[in-house]
């Protein structure tokens, strides 16, 4: 079972709101990761957990705050978002964090409107 | 820092037909790894094949394969015997164990498969 889990599917919140995005999967990944997609552009790195520890940050803003409650849980709490921050949002998972040559398994996103 | 470079923003054949898509990538590193993601649209991002530098064969995945030129860091994709399926976005991506856990993805190619 190679799957990533995203809820929920879309997500519609105003600048003041504060939500969150959840991942979940139950492959026995100990590497899972946030990106950022924007239409018919790649995906964006936003961060990486190794072990259920923060081990990259690429410079997000504090509006986003991931969580890492056990190995198979990702949470992403948004809070006082831009309009500019609607994108799809993209969970992943990878094996063993310690190799980086380790296949990538997407979700299928959430994707978020803000208004 | 390494580059992937997907000089073909779209591309349209007819079914049935053999379609290549290009990627070069640019590093300084002996050791990395190369992949080709599909993502259909409003669909999940899936692997299709992947690529170890150290490997001269070429990876061959069913109808999809790779034409992997390391000393010109060229990594195509050949997809023989289209299909309506296959219409999507692939990304070219590169990773390397000095690249920590990063995703280098290339712009993508929208692929359309006509009837």
């Known amino acids: 079972d190679t799957e990533v889990t995203q809820t929920p599917k879309h997500l519609v919140m105003g600048m003041t709101n504060k939500k969150s995005l959840k991942c979940e999967q139950h492959m026995g990944h100990r590497a899972m990761y946030w990106y950022k997609q924007k239409a018919k552009k790649p995906p964006e790195l936003m961060f990486v957990y190794s072990y259920e520890k923060l081990s990259i940050n690429e410079s997000v803003p504090s509006r986003f705050s991931p969580e890492c409650p056990n190995s198979s849980l990702l949470n992403l709490h948004l809070h006082a978002l831009q309009p500019e921050d609607s994108a799809l949002y993209l969970c992943?998972?990878?094996?063993?964090?310690?190799?980086?040559?380790?296949?990538?398994?997407f979700g299928p996103g959430t994707r978020l409107l803000v208004l | 820092a390494q580059t992937v470079t997907q000089s073909q923003p779209e591309m349209s054949v007819q079914e049935a037909e053999t379609v290549t898509l290009s990627c070069t990538y640019d590093t300084s590193e002996s050791n990395y790894y190369l992949f080709w993601y599909k993502q259909p649209p409003s669909r999940q991002m899936i692997l299709v094949i992947r690529q170890e530098a150290y490997k001269q064969q070429n990876a061959t995945e069913n109808r999809f394969s790779v034409n992997f030129q390391k000393a010109a860091k060229s990594f195509s994709l050949k997809i023989s015997d289209s299909q309506l399926g296959d219409t999507a976005m692939y990304f070219c991506?590169?990773?390397?164990?000095?690249?920590?856990?990063?995703?280098?993805f290339g712009q993508g190619t929208r692929l359309t498969i006509n009837p």
């Open positions: 991506a590169f990773i390397s164990p000095q690249g920590a856990q990063k995703l280098v």
């Open positions: 992943a998972s990878s094996q063993n964090p310690a190799m980086q040559q380790e296949t990538q398994y």
